[in-house]
C-alpha cells in the first residue's frame, strides 16, 4: 500500500514538472511574440478581407495585443508541449516505442502546421464572409479587434488540432487500445465523431464551411484505417 502511494506521489510530482516546463515554453514564446504581435495581427486579420476592426475601451488596443501573443505562444511552444506529453507517458512504452518519440513529434508538428494552413487558406475566409454576410442591410459590421482574435486565435488553433486525428488514430492502434478491424467497423461511429468536431470548431452552423472542415477529417480516417494494419503490434507466437 505504501509502495503504491509513493508511486503515485512520484507520478505527480512528475505530471507537475511536466507542466511547468510546459507552461514556462509558453511564456517564453508569448514574451517573444509580443514584440511582433502588430504584424501577427496584420496576418491574422487577412482572411477577414476588408473587415475594419474597433477598440471598444482604452485597455483594448493592449489586451489585443496580448491575445495574439498568447496564441503565437501557444503555437511556438507546440513541440514542447508535445515531448513533455509524450516524454511523461515513456515509462510506460516499449524499448521500440519510445524511438518513436522523435517521428512522432515532427509528424504532429507537421500536422498541426498543416491545419492551421488549410484553415487560414481556406476555410476561414468562407466562414467569416458567411458570417458577416448574416447582418444583410440592416446591421452594419463593426468589429472588435479583442473578439476578432478570439475567435480567429480559437478557429485556427482547433483546425491545427483537428489534422492529429490520424496520429492520434493510429497511435490508438499501435498502444493495443484499438484493434484495425475494430476501427474499420466504426466508421458510423467516426462519422458522427468527425461532424461533432467539425460542429464545435467551426464557429458557424454552416452546411458548407462543416462539409469542407469534416472532409479532410474523413480522407485522414480513411487513410488511418488502410494504414492501421501496418502499425499495429504483432500477435506474440507462443514457443514450446
Given at each position: ?20 516546463v ?27 478581407g ?7 475601451s ?19 511552444a ?23 518519440i ?69 497511435l ?17 461511429y ?11 470548431i ?39
Open positions: 500500500m505504501a509502495d503504491n502511494r509513493m508511486k503515485f506521489l512520484e507520478h505527480i510530482a512528475e505530471l507537475r514538472k511536466r507542466l511547468m510546459s507552461a514556462l515554453a509558453v511564456a517564453v514564446g508569448f514574451s517573444g511574440s509580443l514584440f511582433f504581435s502588430v504584424p501577427l495581427l496584420r496576418v491574422l486579420i487577412k482572411p477577414a476588408n473587415l475594419h476592426l474597433v477598440f471598444l482604452p485597455m483594448e488596443p493592449f489586451l489585443v495585443k496580448v491575445k495574439v501573443a498568447f496564441f503565437a505562444g501557444m503555437a511556438l507546440l513541440p514542447v508541449i508535445l515531448y513533455e506529453i509524450l516524454a511523461f507517458a515513456a515509462p510506460g512504452m516499449k524499448k521500440k516505442e519510445k524511438r518513436l522523435f517521428p512522432i513529434i515532427v509528424s504532429m508538428i507537421i500536422l498541426f502546421v498543416g491545419g492551421v494552413a488549410f484553415g487560414y487558406r481556406f476555410i476561414m475566409p468562407i466562414s467569416t464572409a458567411w458570417l458577416l454576410a448574416q447582418a444583410g442591410e440592416i446591421m452594419k459590421a463593426s468589429v472588435s479587434a479583442s473578439s476578432y482574435v478570439t475567435y480567429a486565435g480559437w478557429f485556427l488553433l482547433g483546425f491545427g488540432i483537428s489534422f492529429e486525428t490520424p496520429l492520434f488514430v493510429l490508438m492502434v499501435r498502444l493495443g487500445v484499438i484493434s484495425p478491424q475494430k476501427l474499420r467497423s466504426s466508421w458510423r467516426a462519422l458522427l465523431i468527425i461532424l461533432l468536431i467539425s460542429a464545435v467551426t464557429p458557424d452552423w454552416s452546411p458548407i464551411t462543416m462539409a469542407v472542415m469534416a472532409g479532410p477529417m474523413l480522407i485522414f480516417y480513411i487513410l488511418s484505417c488502410f494504414l492501421a494494419g501496418l502499425v499495429a503490434p504483432k500477435p506474440q507466437t507462443e514457443t514450446a
